[in-house]
């Protein structure tokens, strides 16, 4: 059990540092469109999971090897922070250009 709580508390902390790599895409493909598509950006932030949840989900299921699998799966489909906010800054750039 307190090795399944380790690997908890490790891909947390993984988890803190990343956002979702389709978000990364949805940047993508809005910086290759119009400007007008940039607001539906914004409303993507809103589908992340907060830090608190996965702690409450980590409480509700300490001895739970599918909340680590689910964490894993999670884990697999996000890019780094820097590479989202690279993204960002692109589009950032490319909104200034079509302003």
């Known amino acids: 059990l307190s090795a399944a709580l380790l690997e908890i508390e490790r891909l947390q902390n993984l988890n803190r540092a990343m956002v979702p790599r389709s978000e990364v ?9 119009s ?3 940039i607001e539906v ?7 992340m999971v907060p830090v608190q ?18 964490l894993q799966d999670r ?11 690279d993204a960002q800054s692109l589009i950032e750039a490319l909104q200034a250009e079509i302003e």
């Open 35 to 37: 400007g007008l598509e």
């Open 53 to 70: 949840e996965l702690h409450a989900a980590v409480l509700e299921n300490a001895q739970s090897s599918q909340l680590i699998s689910s």
């Open 75 to 85: 884990i697999a489909t996000m890019v780094t922070q820097d590479e989202y906010l």
């Open 25 to 33: 895409e949805t940047f993508k493909r809005a910086a290759e469109k």
């Open 41 to 47: 950006l914004n409303l993507c932030l809103g589908e």
